[in-house]
């Protein structure tokens, strides 16, 4: 076993067993006992115990369990009650149907939305954050870190100007910690990250602290692109991929989604295991899953190879056009960040680092005939055939030419804008929420900005108008907003039969953004409290 596959074992095992002063992920503390649990069906979901706080340590927990498991009439789910303490429901707060616009209810939802740092005691999976934060729903304590991005949108339009820093600082803090940013601030998270936004996030606090702001947090931003490119000296023609990275050709490198592990997912047990029932390549699947999980695009057909059947998912053999461009933009800010401390050395090595991704996205991600932004296979060195919403991304970084964003622009306005915005994903019907006929902030985010940056204005404006519309007609309706539409109808997104969530980070964030983009771009300069 070389060295670098040592260190990074190593570095795993290191987070996944807690030396950061963090438990382990539950599956892995509680063995039987955490599998008994979630297969047994005592609660409505699989992360309702994923998030269970301990009572009491958990040698004595297994110890008890061990002694009591093989006592008649023993009770599993009076054993969890009386040694774990459930997460109670978590809510802002009810507001009457219309009594105030959307604004003012967002404006409201900010509060109601934000964890304080955890006093000291039990947090169970919960890994503690430094700052306050907006979690992603009311029904979460946790911040996911694909969403960051787009509630800082509604932060920054709000004027909550130091949320939005306190926000950028966990990250940083987490890059710190873990050496990476994982997918929540969950211990069951600690072995995959989400889409690398950090560089965003820490571009729209320049905007409003200045543009040196970055110098400060460049180790973190240095530290994050070292996690995706981790392997990039070892991949070869014979052995292309390691972990995140994938070797196209002659210094050709391009990255994929991944996870470290190949287990059940802690928070999706139950709904894992009955995906691999009776499949032979178990792990391999696992693997996958996990993979879709880190993409943030999860689930839907565009990782699928049959466009059917989950189990058919194959997420790492693909190079996703939307991460390779947030990584881009990663060197771009780091390119921005060493020029502004003065080191001209490094800030060249990564205007040259972008440019080589630049080039590879053109070419490997780029269909001529098709003419739009694919996937590629590099198993089957080919592109995926799923037109994906995906494909705006290189024109929110600006790397398409004219051209190509008229011909991205065209398809999307052909196939996925609908009634009520853009399809989130694929036009392909599924039982997944990332594809037709549902529709989420992010995607419009992504699209009208990337349309606007080449004068594309008729159709992001078409965008925004028709999500904007069925956002707001739904909040009249309902007092709420949702993490999904159905932009194609007026069915509700699957709900695994919870209640309504009392608002929603991302869909708050780009809605309020939007609403009030015109206040934001020419209004004050915002200051950030000390």
């Known amino acids: 076993m070389n060295k670098r596959l040592c260190l990074s074992l190593l570095a795993l095992v290191t987070i996944r067993t807690g030396l950061h002063g963090q438990s382990p992920a539950p599956d ?62 978590v809510s802002g707060g009810s507001v009457p149907r219309s009594s105030v616009s959307a604004q003012q209810r967002i404006s409201q939802l900010w509060p109601a939305l934000t964890r304080k740092p955890a006093s000291t005691g039990r947090t169970g999976t919960l890994i503690p954050l430094p700052k306050p934060y907006v979690a992603t729903d009311s029904r979460t304590v946790e911040s996911t870190y694909g969403d960051s991005y787009f509630t800082l949108l509604g932060l920054q339009a709000s004027g909550e100007s130091s949320l939005l820093r306190g926000m950028v600082d966990n990250v940083a803090h987490l890059i710190k910690t873990y050496g990476l940013v994982p997918a929540s601030n969950r211990t069951y998270a600690l072995s995959r990250s989400q889409p690398p936004v950090f560089s965003l996030m820490t571009g729209l606090l320049s905007e409003v602290q200045g543009r040196r702001v970055l110098v400060n947090y460049l180790p973190a931003l240095q530290q994050e692109y070292n996690f995706w490119m981790d392997g ?24 994929r989604y991944y996870d470290d592990l190949d287990t059940p997912r802690p928070e999706a047990y139950r709904e894992d295991v009955a995906l691999v029932k009776n499949q032979k390549n178990a792990s391999v699947i696992y693997r996958h899953i996990r993979a879709g999980a880190e993409s943030g695009w999860a689930f839907s057909s565009r990782w699928l190879k049959d466009s059917k059947a989950l189990r058919s998912i194959h997420t790492t053999d693909l190079i996703p056009v939307d991460l390779n461009c947030l990584l881009l933009n990663l060197e771009r800010t780091l390119a921005e960040g060493y020029r502004l401390k003065g080191d001209k050395r490094r800030a060249r090595m990564y205007q040259v680092l972008a440019q080589q991704r630049h080039d590879a996205i053109q070419q490997y991600c780029w269909n001529d ?73 992010s995607v419009q985010w992504f699209a009208i900005q990337g349309l606007r940056n080449y004068n594309l204005t008729e159709l992001a404006s078409q965008i925004k108008q028709h999500w904007t519309t069925e956002v707001l007609d739904f909040y ?19 709900s695994n039969g919870l209640p309504l969530p009392d608002g929603y980070g991302p869909t708050n964030g780009v809605l309020l953004r939007l609403l009030n983009e015109d206040r934001v771009s020419q209004g004050p300069r915002l200051t950030l409290a000390n």
């Open 369 to 441: 005939r098709r003419r739009f932004y694919f996937d590629y296979d590099f198993v089957s060195r080919k592109h995926t055939p799923v037109y994906s919403a995906a494909a705006a991304l290189p024109l929110f970084v600006k790397i398409a030419t004219l051209d190509q964003a008229r011909y991205v622009g065209q398809t999307l306005q052909r196939d996925f804008l609908k009634a009520g915005g853009l399809l989130a994903t694929t036009t392909t019907r599924t039982s997944q929420v990332w594809d037709a006929p549902y529709g989420n902030a």
């Open 476 to 494: 009249k309706a309902t007092g709420t907003f949702l993490a999904y539409y159905d932009v194609a109808g007026n069915t509700l997104p699957p």
């Open 28 to 89: 892995e503390q509680y063995g039987a006992l955490f599998g008994s649990v979630q297969t047994a069906q005592l609660f409505p979901d699989s992360k309702t115990f994923a998030d269970c706080v301990p009572k009491f340590p958990p040698a004595t927990i297994l110890a008890d369990y061990e002694k009591e498991r093989r006592k008649r009439g023993f009770s599993l789910k009076t054993f969890v009650e009386q040694h774990f303490t459930i997460p109670a429901p």
């Open 232 to 255: 990039r000296s070892k991949v070869t023609a014979r052995e292309p991929a390691y972990r995140r990275v994938v070797r196209l050709d002659e210094g050709v490198f391009l990255n």
